[in-house]
């Protein structure tokens, strides 16, 4: 799927996405990440939805984003519950959706402005 609106935010939009690539700022991963309108963690460990975990969500936390989304690869796939409930707990939103979806909700609450992180596990 290639992304195209592009608002000139000035941080990090999402390109592009398909199968074994997320494009950002028109540079393709071909590895999980996490990205927000200022950070690009290329080197997320994170192959499958069963190895997200909070320890490895941690950085996202110390962050303080509005919103967490979660791409769980090609298909949804929910994360242990605790997660939810540390993000819920310090007031940040949370949402588990399959990677494309997750891309593209990332695009248009960033380029509302909002202060919103994504985790991206590819199928």
């Not at 000139?8 to 390109?15: F, K, L, M, Q």
């Not at 309108?37 to 190895?51: C, F, R």
């Not at 997200?52 to 967490?68: A, D, F, G, M």
């Amino acid at each position: 799927m290639k992304i195209t609106e592009d608002k000139d935010s000035g941080g990090h939009i999402i390109t592009g996405y398909g199968k074994g690539f997320i494009s950002v700022n028109e540079t393709r991963y071909h590895q999980s990440l996490i990205i927000t309108a200022k950070k690009l963690v290329t080197d997320w460990q994170v192959k499958e939805a069963k190895e997200i975990t909070l320890e490895n969500l941690r950085q996202i936390e110390s962050w303080q984003p509005e919103v967490v989304l979660i791409g769980t690869g090609k298909a949804q796939i929910f994360p242990e519950a605790e997660l939810m409930f540390q993000f819920l707990n310090q007031g940040i939103g949370y949402e588990v959706m399959d990677s494309a979806a997750a891309c593209r909700t990332y695009n248009i609450l960033m380029g509302d402005g909002r202060n919103v992180a994504a985790a991206l596990l590819l199928p």
